[in-house]
């Protein structure tokens, strides 16, 4: 498993460099709802930062991260109701490396953008004061 590092050398996130090929997969087959939020995620269009699509964090590929902040969108399909659970533990995983989790449901960011990016720069706001 590869760590990420920050200036310093200090360990932050580590990956499973496998997991490479299956984000550029993932990037290449983008949900309707993923491509969407993408348009207004990329060119650091919120608040000026920095957001990358499939993610490596330990053993799971994230929708959406902004490395800087933290700070990880997820986006649950209708099969996500079926999973519940793993998604919890997954989440949970994932905080534990300090990092926030936020989750719409891609109904909501086709029908409702406004308050999914609302939303999501509450968090950036929130985020920014930790860093």
Not at 63 to 92: A, T
């Amino acid at each position: 498993m590869k760590k990420r590092k920050r200036k310093g050398g200090i360990d932050i996130i580590p990956y499973r460099s496998d997991l490479v090929e299956k984000t550029r997969e993932l990037r290449n087959n983008a949900t309707p709802a993923e491509k969407y939020l993408w348009k207004y995620l990329s060119r650091k269009q919120i608040c000026g930062y920095d957001f990358d699509r499939q993610t490596p964090i330990d053993n799971y590929i994230l929708d959406f991260c902004c490395k800087e902040l933290k700070l990880v969108i997820e986006l649950d399909g209708n099969y996500h109701e079926l999973q519940s659970e793993e998604d919890l533990r997954r989440q949970n995983q994932i905080e534990s490396f300090v990092v926030k989790v936020i989750r719409f449901e891609e109904k909501q960011v086709l029908e409702d953008i406004e308050s999914v990016l609302s939303e999501i720069e509450y968090w950036v706001t929130k985020r920014e004061k930790l860093i």
